[in-house]
Each structure stands twice: as C-alpha cells, then as structure tokens.
C-alpha cells in the first residue's frame, strides 16, 4: 500500500540553523500538507500547497518558512533560522482531492538547541 | 471558530474491555470528521472517517465511530480492546473552507 515518507526521521540543529525537512507524498496525490505538534500539544495546520502554490496557511506558517515541491516526487519544507519554539514533530500529509482524506507520513522530530 | 474537543486525555482500559473515545465539534455545518491513531514514535494512521450517509461507519482494526449531529459527537469506539491498541487517538475535522483541525488527542493505555 503506498504511503507518505518522510527524511530524515530526528534532526538537531542549533538556533538560528536553516533545515530542510522532507516529504514523500502518494504518487497520485496532488494536494500536500505540513502540520505540527508540539510536545504535548495538539496537531497544528501549518500550509497546504496544490499546482506548486501554496493555497492556505496558517498564522504560524510566517516568513521564516517555506515549502517546495523541487521535483515531480518532494515536497520540502524548509525554517530559514530556527527558533526554540520550532521544536517540534512536523507531519507531511497528502490527498488526491482538495478536502479529501489526509494520508500522513511517520513524521520528522526537530529538535532546536 | 471551529474547533474539535476530545474531553479525555488519558483513558485506562482492561485487555477486552470496550472502549469509547469521546470527540465533540463545534462548527456552522457537519464538517467531514476523522479518527487517527499514533502509535509511539509512528505517524499518524487513519482509522476511519464520515463524510455522509450511515451514521455508523466502520474503520479498521474493528474500530467504529458514531455521528450524533444532535450532539455533535463523534464517538470512537471498540468493543473489545487489544494491548497493542495502546495509543494515541485523535479526532478531526474540516468543512469546506477550513484547513483539518485536530481534538488535543485521547492516550489509551491497556492494562492486562
């Protein structure tokens, strides 16, 4: 059965650091998602991207972040310069329709010192 | 705002005793709903979903989840529990023009 991946699965990196997470989404799925949670928090919207644009955001997806889709396969999500409070687990998530089912990946926990 | 409410954070249940998971939403219209349970250290896997229709919908791992829009619950549920079902659970929304929007989760621990 096909399934999201993500690389790498644990990445520490000091403040200020950029880091590149990766996702990737089902092969026929043409919308993709980041979400994160925060230690003990609930999961969190963060953007969605569809036709190599992003079509919603959050209120915490601010201009230190970004997303790509650099190939026909990725889907990256990069933090320019980390923050503390970027610590966290973040999730890739793909659909084949706009408000379809979300299928997510095992996740990426990012750990900033 | 819309919101997803899972009063329980942490529940403690017998190996093959049921189990309900409760999940509250707070939206204008029947959003589409969701379960999702993650296992330690795993993603999140889909356990099952209503968009219409049968208001019973069977998931996987003989999970099944009841829309009560006169409540509006929508209520995980398992009448005989596994140790390996020991997880979290999360329940999810979104309607048409909102992005999915998660409950705080629910941890199940099965105890022998």
């Known amino acids: 059965e096909p399934e999201v991946t993500q690389t790498p699965s644990h990445q520490v990196t000091q403040m200020g650091q950029e880091v590149i997470l990766r996702c990737v989404p089902i092969s026929n799925h043409l919308y993709f998602y980041w979400y994160r949670q925060i230690l003990g928090q609930k999961v969190e919207f963060l953007v969605s991207f569809y036709n190599n644009e992003i079509s919603e955001k959050s209120e915490i997806f601010d201009d230190q972040f970004s997303v790509e889709r650099p190939d026909g396969s990725n889907f990256t999500l990069k933090i320019r310069s980390t923050k503390l409070e970027d610590s966290a687990m973040y999730f890739c998530?793909?659909?084949?329709?706009?408000?379809?089912?979300?299928?997510f990946g095992p996740g990426t926990r990012l750990l900033v010192l | 705002a819309q919101s997803v409410t899972q009063p329980d954070i942490h529940i403690t249940v017998s190996e093959g005793a049921s189990l309900e998971l409760r999940c509250n939403y707070s939206?204008?219209?029947?959003?589409?709903l969701f379960w999702y349970v993650q296992s330690p250290g795993q993603g999140l896997q889909l356990l099952l979903k209503y968009f219409s229709g049968d208001t019973l919908v069977q998931g996987i791992k003989g999970f099944e989840a009841e829309f009560k829009r006169s409540q509006s619950s929508f209520n995980l549920r398992k009448p005989s529990v596994h140790w390996s079902d020991a997880a979290e659970y999360f329940c999810?929304?979104?309607?048409?023009?909102?992005?999915?929007?998660f409950g705080k989760g629910t941890r199940l621990s099965v105890i022998a």
């Open positions: 939206y204008g219209a029947t959003p589409y």
């Open positions: 998530a793909s659909g084949q329709g706009d408000k379809e089912t979300q299928y």
């Open positions: 999810a929304a979104y309607s048409g023009n909102t992005p999915l929007v």
